[in-house]
């Protein structure tokens, strides 16, 4: 057998449960990986080795005992530094919860221990996951797997860079205006935000928001679909969770992509700015692609008014969060944080009502948008991953972005829309870093989207232009 910490997490569980591969020994090899990549690149902050190895002992023990064994038995998991971990240390990236060490588990790391993965470390991510660069006053910046003068992307940095470097074989992040399909797409592995309640989430600061999901990234669709098994459920104490049966992941084939209908969209009719390279490298992936669906369309959804939209909803998010935060330690905060806030304090409440009419406008436009179509294909990222000294860009084909998040408007419009995404890499920019597009499905169409992900992964894999970049450190 190659290196263990090389296995995809559905194969190496399906040797798992045959015997054939040592949860100490897979972990074992992702230790080593670990200590040999991570000094360079920065994902992983913290870890808790001694209880990792002791339950991977128990997993095995449990293998030779011939006991039933869940779903994600003896997979080792990363969990994004904004989830409370046991245990082992959880700062959210801030100087204000430095040395600060949870006596619980959030529920979703606790779903995901109940379902066998063996949680290693935590993934690094900006201060309250609040950037598309993964940097914080603790640990220090997160550098890109293919360049390490580049970021890895946010929020969930830490875990796309140790994913595509086999540090791990599963890991969780989160994602409001992309911080899951972000760092996914700038690192070529994948990432997925579901349905908003699909994945339930105790702590929301807002009740009812499609802003917030937590979910799976992996080097591949059926290792998503494999994670999700731990992640969904059910909790009252969030009021947008259902109930959900995990097996249902378990039993995801590839969809047959000639019955799919497809739309598909440079930047939404020039709503959103995307660079000139990245408009090359997506027409270029569309056109290989022309005779694989049922249809393939060019067709703009109407994104019109959700720069502002999001803009505003976001601001009201923030001052929910972090008011207080900002009154009191406003000088140790990240430079987002405070432009969030200081931009919610300027708003009114005619303001926040224009905002949610544009929202619900934007929602029923979607779903009419998405009466004749099965699948929506959108670019992952509006630029290539940036240099960390440069900062966010400033400006994208000459015009000036007005704030931090408007080169992320190819994303945060999705995420208004309330439906399930997916990142999917598909080969290599023009300037030679992973390249990735958004697969977004109907509305509560996860397992179909899964599907269909799972089948035109399998395609793309076969063109040496189009699969998964691999990064030579």
């Known amino acids: 057998m190659n290196d263990p910490s090389e296995l995809s997490a559905s194969e190496a569980r399906r040797l798992i449960g045959r015997g054939e591969l040592s949860p100490t020994e897979l972990l074992e090899a992702c230790i080593s990986r670990i200590e040999a990549v991570n000094p360079q690149i920065n994902a992983i902050v913290a870890t808790d080795l001694k209880r990792a190895r002791r339950e991977a002992k128990i997993a095995e023990n449990a293998v030779l005992a011939g006991n039933a064994l869940p779903p994600l038995h003896g997979l080792p998991i990363g969990i994004k530094d904004l989830n409370a971990t046991k245990g082992l240390r959880t700062t959210w990236g801030s100087k204000l919860f430095e040395n600060h060490v949870p006596t619980e ?28 660069a ?53 690192c070529g592995v994948v990432g997925f935000r579901s349905t908003p309640g699909l994945v339930p989430q105790e702590n929301r600061t807002l009740n009812y928001t499609h802003f917030n999901v937590q979910g799976p990234m992996a080097r591949s669709v059926p290792d998503i679909a494999l994670m999700m098994t731990g992640c969904v459920g059910n909790d009252n104490r969030d009021p947008m969770a259902n109930p959900c049966n995990p097996q249902t992941f378990l039993k995801i084939k590839p969809a047959n992509l000639k019955n799919v209908r497809v739309a598909w969209t440079e930047d939404f009719g020039g709503v959103a700015p995307l660079d000139d390279g990245i408009r090359g490298c997506f027409k270029r992936a569309i056109g290989t692609l022309a005779n694989t669906f049922r249809s393939l369309d060019y067709h703009n959804p109407d994104f019109s008014g959700a720069r502002d939209c999001f ?22 905060l990240s430079k987002n944080i405070i432009a ?55 400006e994208i084909n000459g015009k000036k972005m007005e704030n931090y998040m408007d080169a992320s408007l190819i994303r ?3 995420t208004l829309t309330g439906h399930p995404v997916l990142a999917l890499p598909c080969g290599y920019d023009h300037l030679g870093l992973p390249f990735g597009v958004q697969l977004v499905g109907k509305r509560h169409g996860d397992l179909e989207l899964l599907k269909i992900s799972m ?11 189009l699969k998964r970049a691999i990064p030579n450190l």
């Not at 009154?327 to 140790?332: A, C, T, V």
């Not at 009419?368 to 240099?387: E, S």
């Not at 089948?455 to 232009?465: G, Q, R, V």
Request: aromatic content about 8%; glycine content about 10%.
């Open 311 to 332: 803009w505003t909803l976001r601001c009201v998010n923030y001052l929910a969060s972090h008011k207080m935060r900002y009154e009191k330690h406003r000088d140790i």
């Open 134 to 186: 993964t940097d914080n006053l603790v640990y220090g910046p997160t550098r890109n797997p293919f360049d390490l003068e580049r970021t890895s992307g946010g929020s969930s940095g830490g875990a796309a860079a140790a994913l595509a470097t086999n540090m791990l074989p599963l890991c969780q992040g989160g994602d409001t205006g992309g911080s899951l399909r972000n760092p996914a797409t700038w």
């Open 412 to 414: 945060s419009a999705l």
């Open 340 to 394: 969030n806030v200081k931009a919610g304090e300027k708003m009114s409440l005619l303001d926040v009502s224009i905002a949610e009419t544009q929202w619900r406008k934007i929602y029923r436009d979607f779903e009419a948008f998405f009466k004749d179509i099965d699948l929506l294909i959108v670019p992952g990222n509006a630029t290539p991953a940036f240099r960390i000294e440069d900062g966010i860009p400033r």
């Open 455 to 465: 089948a035109l992964e399998a395609i793309l894999s076969t063109n040496p232009d």
């Open 105 to 132: 588990d959030d529920a979703l790391v606790a779903r995901l221990r109940a379902a066998g993965g063996i949680i290693v470390g935590k993934t690094n991510t900006p201060e309250f996951g609040s950037g598309t």
